[in-house]
């Protein structure tokens, strides 16, 4: 079975300096995708960042960057110089072709930046 | 302008009344998900479909049905409603996985429903 972890359930960064939320998975397959999404208090979901299994590099949009370690099956998110507006849920989801394409989620970290 | 659409964005029903909540995407996807977000469990997925006609359960079907007629459209019917079915509902869409793809799912805007 798929399974998504995240073990941070509330986090806080000061402004200015960078954060890393948590993600451990566990499949047996060799081919998947990692997601990171940004849920906001206003509800929407929005796609931050995605590392593939068979990616060499470890993935960076912007001040986003995954930490991808594919041997300790862990994704953890890292945003730098945090604003106020990263103030938000993060959630981590797993893609694999053996379940259908399923996407699976954790349970989320809630992030709060200070100014 | 590529998006999903959900319809209604709120509602609150009484148990046992049966209720659609709509879902369409207009960027030509085959895959389609109806999730349920509940506080302190993330996202699960109650059904998916890969395709016209192609349906299947995800972990938490009990209560739900769906149907994908056409391609763009994939809504959830709630024969029944229970207040457990109170919830904050997303629909999704990507394209099918292909080994080396990122195809991210792109997400509504949340239904959020209650069940008194």
């Not at chain 1, 941070?8 to 990171?36: H, I, N, R």
């Not at chain 1, 912007?62 to 945090?82: D, E, P």
């Not at chain 2, 409603?81 to 292909?98: D, G, K, M």
């Amino acid at each position: 079975a798929q399974k998504i972890t995240q073990t941070q359930p509330g986090m806080f960064v000061q402004e200015k300096e960078a954060v890393t939320l948590d993600c451990t998975y566990d499949t047996s397959d060799q081919s998947y995708g990692l997601f990171w999404y940004k849920q906001p208090s206003s509800g929407e979901m929005i796609f931050l960042i995605y590392q593939g299994s068979y990616d060499e590099q470890n993935a960076t949009e912007g001040r986003y960057s995954l930490n991808f370690q594919k041997a300790r099956k862990s994704a953890n998110l890292v945003i730098s110089a945090s604003q106020l507006g990263d103030s938000a849920m993060y959630f981590c989801a797993m893609r694999g072709p053996n379940t259908g394409n399923q996407f699976y989620f954790g349970t989320g970290t809630s992030l709060t930046v200070i100014p | 302008e590529a998006q999903v659409t959900q319809n209604p964005r709120y509602l609150i029903t009484v148990t046992g009344k049966k209720l659609t909540v709509t879902c369409s995407q207009n960027m030509n996807h085959e895959y389609m998900s109806w999730y349920r977000q509940d506080p302190g469990l993330g996202l699960r997925q109650i059904y998916y479909s890969m395709n016209v006609e192609v349906t299947d359960k995800g972990d938490v079907p009990e209560g739900y049905k769906v149907s994908r007629k056409e391609k763009r459209n994939f809504p959830l019917i709630l024969e029944s409603p229970s207040p457990n079915q109170t919830s904050l509902y997303f629909c999704a869409s990507s394209l099918v996985r292909r080994v080396g793809g990122s195809d991210t799912q792109y997400f509504g805007p949340g239904t959020r429903l209650t069940v008194l």
